[in-house]
């Protein structure tokens, strides 16, 4: 991996995005409930729905975050599993990946 500090510029931008749409999500779970009945269970499944975005989103921010870590420490584009270097390709793709392409494969 000889281009970490580009990875690194996308990781980052990719959390900020992430981190901007989980406040935003947060925001919309914080409004108050409509006091109409018929409303308010509109409003509960909608944030039942968020709720369930926000999983997502915390993970995403997770993943994102080891990432970034793994470039601090020097160990990324290395596989957590077998320790073969992770192809370029693969991280241009999926920047988050810890697997090398054989090792996700067989965890399938
Ligand atoms: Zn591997």
Redesign the pocket.
């Known amino acids: 991996m000889d281009d970490t500090k580009a990875i690194e510029t996308k990781l980052q931008a990719m959390l900020n995005d992430l981190l901007a749409r989980a406040g935003a999500v947060e925001d919309d779970l914080r409004q108050p409930l409509d006091d109409d009945l018929p409303e308010q269970a509109i409003d509960l499944a909608d944030d039942e729905a968020l709720a369930g975005i926000d999983d997502v989103l915390r993970r995403e921010i997770a993943e994102v975050r080891a990432a970034l870590l793994r470039i601090e420490n020097g160990t990324y584009g290395s596989?957590a599993?077998?320790g073969?270097d992770i192809m370029d390709k693969r991280l241009e793709v999926l920047p988050t990946a810890t697997?090398?392409i054989?090792?996700a494969r067989a965890a399938d």
């Open positions: 596989c599993k077998c073969a697997l090398c054989t090792c």
